[in-house]
């Protein structure tokens, strides 16, 4: 069963550190992993997309890290903002041999963080 | 350029009661999608379009109905609404394939007594 797990669940820091959130996942074939930002009330917002062959990405000071052997891949927050208080959702996509991805999609249940001032 | 809108923000409904979300996007974008989001849960698809006046089921259709009649706009249908229907709703859209983003909407929050 394809599945993703995020890890922790929860998470508070304190304004300007960094920290690291984790994604696993069982979908194979894998086409591409995302990172989603979602504020509360609001609906999810794209940080980034990686395929298999790209090991990270960067949007800001949002990095993610892709190891595709080990199906991990990791959010990094460098020096955190009150505004990055939100959920992390990592969805994985199914690599879909008969084109369109639109039921190819796992979704994580999310990492809660909140930055602290 | 709006994005992806949704309406009403906020509904709340009585058992048995049947009601019609709509989604829109000016993005022009080939496929549109309809998920629901519970607490502790990621993410399900309801249903899904990839294209005007088509539609599929995605991983929880039961007690759902779509339409997909103009490219811009996808309705989700409730013919009568149940207490497990309660949550919130967010519409997506993407220009198709596997690597587009999807873009969402603010969500639906629906209450059903």
């Known amino acids: 069963k394809n599945q993703v797990e995020q890890s922790p669940q929860s998470l508070i820091i304190l304004e300007g550190k960094n920290c690291t959130l984790q994604c696993n996942y069982t979908v194979s074939p894998f086409s591409n992993l995302r990172w989603y930002k979602q504020d509360t009330g609001r609906g999810p917002v794209s940080l980034t997309i990686m395929t298999f062959s790209e090991n990270t990405k960067s949007n800001g000071r949002y990095t993610a890290t892709l190891d595709a052997d080990t199906k991990q891949s990791s959010l990094h927050i460098t020096a955190s903002q009150l505004s990055d208080s ?26 809660h963080l909140i930055i602290q001032p | 350029n709006a994005g992806v809108t949704q309406t009403p923000k906020f509904r ?36 899904y379009s990839v294209g005007e006046g088509t539609t599929a089921k995605g991983e929880v259709p039961d007690g759902y109905n779509v339409s997909r009649l103009k ?13 497990s229907q309660t949550s919130v709703y967010f519409c997506a859209s993407s220009d198709g394939e596997e690597r587009e983003t999807q873009y969402f909407g603010p969500g639906t929050r629906l209450l059903v007594l």
């Open chain 1, 86 to 111: 939100a959920s992390y959702i990592c969805v994985v996509s199914l690599k879909m041999y008969s084109g369109g991805g639109a039921d190819g999609l796992t979704f994580g249940k999310g990492t």
């Open chain 2, 12 to 47: 709340v409904l009585k058992t048995g009661q049947s009601m019609t979300l709509l989604c829109a996007q000016d993005m022009n974008h080939e496929y549109m999608y309809w998920y629901r989001q519970d607490p502790g849960m990621g993410l399900r698809l309801i249903h």
């Open chain 2, 71 to 83: 490219k811009q706009n996808f309705l989700l249908g409730l013919e009568s609404a149940a207490p």
